[in-house]
């Protein structure tokens, strides 16, 4: 599942976020004007790695894209439990209506 | 634990029909909704420093807790639903108990921890393909479903609800190899 969650970070002269949560480790990679950088959490330990011309990054946007991490993360942990959920309850209509 | 959850409300769904199966899965994944919730507000961290917590949400006595005040919503309307929907509630406790990322507490911050440590033998491969936790959730979600499919024949000849609710959960399991 990628979640594209621009809304959910400020970060300066931002032009998109990607999280890729298919890994059991998530990873974001952040595209801005002044360069990109990739935030993976290996082993739950946070690295940053650089995406062509990389100028830096404060730490203020790294826990900015941390948190939308941690928020996404979230939400896909409750869809996994919710679409299943609707399913099942759709398939088994419940009490006084089974055939 | 993740597909034993749904087969465990389903298993209680069958022995009491009248009970919502929404209530049933809600109270069979409550522990997790609030550990979500907590995970998210860092109440409860499974990142270092302070490493994996999840006693508010997953001890012992805050699984009784949650899972009370729960079923106290159906208590007025139907104390049979109650008790299914408190039952379901509580059988996170039991598929928590066996594997688990820690051992639960009894309590939060207990020093007095429950359950068996199979967490590192869980993430072990197995001879047979996946890891040694995949096939005990396997055996779990067949026995629950077996329960349910079951409790089905003996009130309706139709077997394709069962039948399409068995295969929904056994896929999901599946899909975590």
Redesign the interface.
Known sequence: MIIRAMAMVRVDGLREITMDMRRPEPTANVNRRAGGFRVSFQNRSRSVEPIKSFVGVTSKELSRVESAVGTAEAIQQLLLIAIPALILILVDPGPGKRP | M?AAH?AA??AV?GRA??????AL??AA?LP??VW??L??AGVEP???PRGFFDDWSHSLLMIVVASTLFALLFWKKDRVVAAAVWIAGLSHLILDFLIHPARLALYPHSAIHLGWSLWSYGQEKSSLGPNHYWWIEAAFIVLLLAVYGFSWRR??P?WR??A??CL??AG?HLLSV
Do not use: C, G, M, Q
């Open positions: 993740y749904f409300s389903l769904k029909p009248r009970a919502p199966l929404w899965v809600t994944f997790d909704f979500i919730v995970a998210r499974e990142l270092p009130v309706s139709n609800i069962p399409a609710s929904l959960v999901l």
